[in-house]
């Protein structure tokens, strides 16, 4: 590979998540990996061959991963209606009418992301859809993809009736006669409609894929863990590995069914194993995915404590703490990294407990486990991420007080419990590892944005915007820490995560600095080159 040296700009070797940051005045890379700073890589650059770049004033730094996402879902999200665009309830419609209209041999309509502040209390109703749809079944997934709202066909063709039964871990929200609303959630939302819905194409979902890993790149990515894996979901990521149409690194979490699990670890251990074999250097499977609840906007998140709008209802635990102990504790001595989502007070606690207990079996073994979103922590837990050596995965982004947060967060937990959510200052100055993540297609998969509200707490492009909870922020270079140190932690890649001499060649070049710049201009920040090991990924013309 030619030897490469960077000059003209500033250059970031590292931010630490103690606030700390390394600087140098020139970088070189070769064969992959930094080979010189300063006046060595100035040196360099005379040398037969070598390549200079000029950055104009800009900024390299280490590239920034992705913890947490769903990059097919998102990829997928162009093929339908275009209801995450609309402002409210007619907005949806009219998308889903448009689509239609576009598409009139379409057997199913199949969308997301709908906002479900669009309806009191996220109750949406099959007959506004039949309206627009008449009897194309059609299916819209929520912005959290734990719920769904449905048509009348789309019932119908799932049989569920009023006399169906809520499935263990689902509810079917009903009308105060027994029948079913049209809205669905968690395994009612999944698994009643898993046989019905029609699945994509194999080259849909591979060109979905594709179209994924190059806007990660063209963003400054270069590892993405996507969060949800499902045998179904595995001949996307062989195709895309064999044809190169992998333009990020790209970690599967295969996901463990709580009713199966058991026999599901000889099909884990096989896959890994296969993917393994392919050794190729952008896709790996090293880790297995457990949803230990749902979501607080749909009072499914586990909570300690009652509901404080609706008294005896504490959510929905996916799993009982017994079997998620054992599921966890057989599947950390079969090697794999294991990444917990957690959303309320009592599943970050049973998650933890989990882990507690597993380490317990073997304590002289390094791990990298991880807890996801980590949305609402009990104050009493929040020192066991670092006890423990626990990753703690957050979704920056939502750490602001916008309008989910005002009408269905707040209201369902109150207000006693609202300074309990996304303890990320609190976790990080206990020394725990914190890495960063977007959950797209749930919100944005741009860093940037979520970048700035992690250090402000608020919406940055709305000055009016108190900042919420302003002792859980943090400092610039903490945030970006958690999007590259934290990740490379959580990545199993303890070569990356700066550009040390030594360490791998993942590379963002910035218009400025984002541990410089005011916050509230980081999401204005351009990318101007990605480098994965080395490889260029995306070069702005």
Same mark, same amino acid.
């Given at each position: 590979?030619?030897?490469?040296?960077?000059?003209?700009?500033?250059?970031? =070797?590292?931010?630490?998540?103690?606030?700390?940051?390394? *600087?140098?005045?020139?970088?070189?890379?070769?064969?992959?990996?930094?080979? !010189?700073?300063?006046?060595?890589?100035?040196?360099?650059?005379? %040398?037969?061959?070598?390549?200079?770049?000029?950055?104009?004033?800009?900024?390299?730094?280490?590239?920034?991963?992705?913890?947490?996402?769903?990059?097919?879902?998102?990829?997928?999200?162009?093929? #339908?209606?275009?209801?995450?665009?609309?402002?409210?309830?007619?907005?949806?419609?009219?998308?889903?009418?448009?689509?239609?209209? +576009?598409?009139?041999?379409?057997?199913?309509?199949?969308?997301?992301?709908?906002?479900?502040?669009?309806?009191?209390?996220?109750?949406?109703?099959?007959?506004?859809?039949?309206? =627009?749809?008449?009897d194309t079944p059609t299916v819209l997934r929520s912005w959290d993809y734990h719920t769904v709202w449905v048509n009348t066909a789309a019932l119908k063709a799932a049989g569920i009736t009023a006399d169906t039964p809520?499935?263990?871990?689902?509810?079917?929200?009903?009308?105060?006669?027994?029948?079913?609303?049209?809205?669905?959630?968690?395994?009612?939302?999944?698994?009643?409609?898993?046989?019905?819905?029609?699945?994509?194409?194999?080259?849909?979902?591979?060109?979905?894929?594709?179209?994924?890993?190059?806007?990660?790149?063209?963003?400054?990515?270069?590892?993405? %863990?996507?969060?949800?894996?499902?045998?179904?979901?595995?001949?996307?990521?062989?195709?895309?590995?064999?044809?190169?149409?992998?333009?990020?690194?790209?970690?599967? !979490?295969?996901?463990?069914?709580?009713?199966?699990?058991?026999? %599901?670890?000889?099909?884990?251990?096989?896959?890994?194993?296969?993917?393994?074999? *392919?050794?190729?250097?952008?896709?790996?499977?090293?880790?297995? $995915?457990?949803? &230990?609840?749902?979501?607080?906007?749909?009072?499914?998140?586990?909570?300690? /404590?009652?509901?404080?709008?609706?008294?005896?209802?504490?959510? *929905?635990?996916?799993?009982?703490?017994?079997?998620?102990?054992?599921?966890?504790?057989?599947?950390?001595?079969?090697?794999? %990294?294991?990444?917990?989502? @957690?959303?309320?007070?009592?599943?970050?606690?049973?998650?933890?407990?989990?882990?507690?207990?597993?380490?317990?079996?073997?304590?002289?073994?390094?791990?990298?486990?991880?807890?996801?979103? &980590?949305?609402?922590?009990?104050?009493?837990?929040?020192?066991?991420?670092?006890?423990?050596? &626990?990753?703690?995965?957050?979704?920056?982004?939502?750490? +602001?007080?916008?309008?989910?947060?005002?009408?269905?967060?707040?209201?369902?937990?109150?207000?006693?419990? /609202?300074?309990?959510?996304?303890?990320? #200052?609190?976790?990080?100055?206990?020394?725990?590892?914190?890495?960063?993540?977007?959950?797209?297609?749930?919100?944005?998969?741009?860093?940037?944005?979520?970048?700035?509200?992690?250090?402000?707490?608020?919406? &940055?492009?709305?000055?009016?915007?108190?900042?919420?909870?302003?002792?859980?922020?943090?400092?610039?270079?903490?945030?970006?820490?958690?999007?590259?140190?934290?990740?490379?932690?959580?990545?199993?890649?303890?070569?990356r995560g700066s550009l040390e001499v030594g360490r791998v060649a993942d590379l963002v070049w910035l218009s400025a600095n984002p541990l410089?710049?005011?916050?509230? *201009?980081?999401?204005?920040?351009?990318?101007?080159?990605?480098?994965? @090991?080395? /490889?260029?990924?995306?070069? $702005?013309?």
């Amino acid at each position: 590979m030619t030897l490469t040296v960077f000059t003209g700009g500033t250059i970031v =070797v590292a931010a630490r998540a103690d606030g700390s940051t390394e *600087l140098t005045e020139a970088l070189a890379i070769e064969a992959g990996r930094v080979v !010189a700073h300063g006046c060595a890589a100035l040196d360099l650059a005379s %040398q037969d061959g070598a390549q200079t770049i000029d950055l104009a004033g800009g900024t390299l730094a280490p590239a920034v991963g992705e913890g947490h996402a769903h990059p097919v879902l998102g990829g997928l999200e162009a093929q #339908g209606p275009a209801v995450r665009e609309a402002k409210d309830l007619a907005g949806i419609l009219d998308a889903v009418k448009t689509w239609k209209q +576009q598409n009139p041999s379409a057997e199913w309509i199949v969308g997301a992301s709908y906002d479900a502040t669009f309806a009191p209390g996220g109750r949406f109703d099959a007959r506004w859809l039949d309206e =627009v749809t008449g009897d194309t079944p059609t299916v819209l997934r929520s912005w959290d993809y734990h719920t769904v709202w449905v048509n009348t066909a789309a019932l119908k063709a799932a049989g569920i009736t009023a006399d169906t039964p809520d499935p263990e871990l689902g509810r079917i929200l009903r009308r105060k006669n027994g029948a079913p609303l049209g809205t669905l959630q968690e395994a009612a939302a999944n698994d009643l409609l898993a046989n019905v819905v029609p699945a994509f194409a194999l080259e849909t979902r591979v060109s979905a894929l594709e179209a994924a890993t190059l806007a990660y790149a063209e963003q400054g990515t270069t590892w993405v %863990q996507d969060a949800w894996v499902d045998p179904a979901d595995l001949d996307t990521y062989r195709v895309a590995a064999r044809t190169d149409r992998l333009h990020t690194r790209v970690n599967l !979490a295969l996901r463990a069914d709580p009713a199966n699990w058991r026999e %599901q670890i000889a099909e884990f251990i096989a896959v890994r194993k296969e993917i393994r074999a *392919l050794a190729h250097p952008r896709l790996s499977a090293e880790t297995i $995915k457990f949803f &230990v609840d749902g979501v607080i906007e749909n009072h499914t998140a586990a909570l300690t /404590d009652d509901y404080a709008d609706t008294p005896g209802d504490r959510g *929905l635990a996916n799993w009982s703490e017994d079997d998620l102990t054992a599921a966890v504790a057989a599947l950390d001595a079969a090697g794999f %990294q294991l990444h917990l989502h @957690a959303i309320g007070d009592r599943a970050v606690r049973i998650a933890l407990d989990a882990l507690e207990a597993a380490r317990d079996v073997d304590p002289g073994r390094d791990r990298h486990h991880v807890v996801a979103h &980590v949305a609402m922590l009990a104050p009493a837990d929040v020192e066991r991420f670092a006890q423990l050596g &626990v990753i703690a995965n957050f979704e920056p982004y939502w750490a +602001q007080c916008d309008a989910v947060m005002q009408s269905l967060t707040i209201p369902h937990i109150g207000h006693d419990r /609202d300074s309990w959510q996304y303890l990320i #200052g609190s976790i990080a100055r206990s020394g725990a590892t914190v890495s960063f993540g977007s959950d797209w297609p749930v919100t944005t998969k741009d860093w940037r944005p979520a970048f700035a509200t992690a250090v402000t707490r608020r919406d &940055v492009t709305n000055p009016e915007d108190p900042t919420w909870l302003p002792d859980e922020c943090i400092s610039p270079a903490t945030a970006y820490a958690a999007y590259t140190e934290g990740i490379a932690r959580q990545a199993l890649a303890h070569d990356r995560g700066s550009l040390e001499v030594g360490r791998v060649a993942d590379l963002v070049w910035l218009s400025a600095n984002p541990l410089e710049v005011a916050p509230e *201009l980081v999401p204005e920040l351009e990318v101007r080159g990605t480098w994965l @090991a080395g /490889d260029v990924t995306y070069a $702005k013309n």
